[in-house]
């Protein structure tokens, strides 16, 4: 019967999904959960914009790039993002997917958001190319990239997070699984942020080089309809979609070891302890930038924080970073860095000309380089169809 189903939702889609929706809502997935911890926890499936973007970052990210098998087109497309609508909207309340062979692994589903997303090519693979935003693009090459194919691209994405790495592992077992006549693995990225319960203070998270990362962050739904969710303006069916650009930023960490404590704050422009601006007492405290002591800048001019620092409202996004710490290659201690996601209504107006910035001066530039890089257009969320119905549909 899963298999009758599944044929079904292939050729007829949206009457399943609204009642893939239907089941949800009637709290099937409350009765399949069990009781207890965080684990119960779930983020809504349906809605004007897809979960996991402003939803509070989950502790455990996956970012998974695909491509269209040779040949595949429109058709194809519709399948894999059916399916996987289908999918998501069950597990992502608790509920087992559609002959999901280990339904017993979704039963807590720890807070699990399942976010999709298509990059530039796809939309000309899938006859689709007039309905291209204009601001789904490959970024331009920057003067401190060493690019590595492996971590560039896709046609599509999915960006899996929750609290628990089982629920993610299993999300991502199933969405696999079931499209993988369609489409082909390009590259896999895992990420990680403090465990959930572990730090309950409200701080912002720290990279793997001990710093905040993401301090002056948008947090008002005003701010994220202004600088992350698209108006639907020039392209009438990505409203409430969004552009992510996902860059995978290595650091040296046993060139960052060697350097002393004062040396590191100065590259940053903030305090590692606390995370103040070395202008200030407090994380939240604006940086002065123009505070001078004995005619010496308090803060560098080249600090990370100084060049990063919006300087028209137009550069304001989201970022939503994850740590990574890969098996190092051979003669080295460590493989890790940063999983730099961001997401915003126009990269030409915010990504852009602050990374331009960061690759002309910063001062971190000894200790981090950039080796992957991905842009998307995260599909508007749904109410009871699938995603990207109002592209193919």
């Known amino acids: 019967m899963a298999e009758v189903n599944r044929r079904r939702l292939l050729t007829g889609g949206a009457a399943a999904l609204a009642a893939g929706a239907a089941l949800t809502q009637s709290g099937a997935a409350q009765s399949a959960t069990p009781q207890g911890g965080f684990g119960t926890a779930v983020e809504p499936f349906h809605g004007t914009h897809q979960a996991g973007i402003a939803t509070a970052a989950q502790a455990h990210a996956l970012f998974i790039a695909l491509d269209l098998v040779p040949g595949a087109g429109r058709d194809q497309l519709s399948a894999v993002l059916k399916l996987w609508s289908a999918d998501a909207a069950r597990l992502t309340q608790g509920v087992p997917a559609l002959a999901d062979t280990e339904p017993e692994l979704a039963l807590r589903p720890a807070r699990l958001t399942v976010t999709v997303g298509l990059g530039p090519a796809v939309f000309v693979r899938a006859g689709l190319a007039h309905r291209l935003p204009a601001t789904v693009y490959e970024m331009p090459g920057f003067g401190t990239d060493r690019l590595d194919p492996r971590w560039c691209g896709g046609d599509l994405l999915l ?7 089982v629920a993610l592992a299993h999300a991502a077992r199933v969405l696999l699984k079931n499209v993988r006549r369609f489409v082909v693995p390009r590259w896999r990225q895992s990420g990680f942020r403090h465990a959930a319960g572990a730090d309950r203070s409200g701080a912002t998270m720290r990279n793997l080089m001990g710093q905040v990362d993401g ?12 600088h992350v969710w698209d108006d639907g303006g020039r392209q009438p069916w990505f409203a409430g979609g969004t552009v992510l650009v996902l860059r995978r930023i290595r650091a040296e960490m046993d060139a960052w070891d060697e350097l002393d404590r004062e040396s590191k704050e100065l590259a940053v422009g903030r305090r590692l302890d606390t995370g103040a601006p070395l202008t200030g007492e407090r994380e939240s405290d604006q940086p002065d930038l123009t505070a001078q002591v004995g005619g ?4 560098p001019p080249n600090a990370h924080i100084a060049l990063a620092r919006h300087r028209t409202e137009d550069e304001l996004m989201l970022r939503r970073p994850y740590n990574y710490d890969d098996p190092p290659p051979p003669g080295t201690t460590t493989d890790s860095g940063l999983l730099f996601a961001v997401y915003q209504r126009d990269p030409g107006r915010s990504f852009v000309p602050v990374q331009r ?37």
């Open 159 to 165: 960006q899996i997070c929750a609290e628990d790495p």
């Open 215 to 226: 301090t002056a962050n948008l947090r008002e739904p005003a701010e994220f309809d202004r």
């Open 296 to 299: 010496i800048p308090v803060i």
């Open 357 to 393: 910035r960061l690759a002309a001066a910063d001062a971190l530039n000894r200790w981090v380089t950039t080796i992957g890089t991905a842009t998307f257009a995260i599909l508007p969320g749904t109410n009871g169809g699938y995603l990207g119905q109002s592209l193919l549909g």
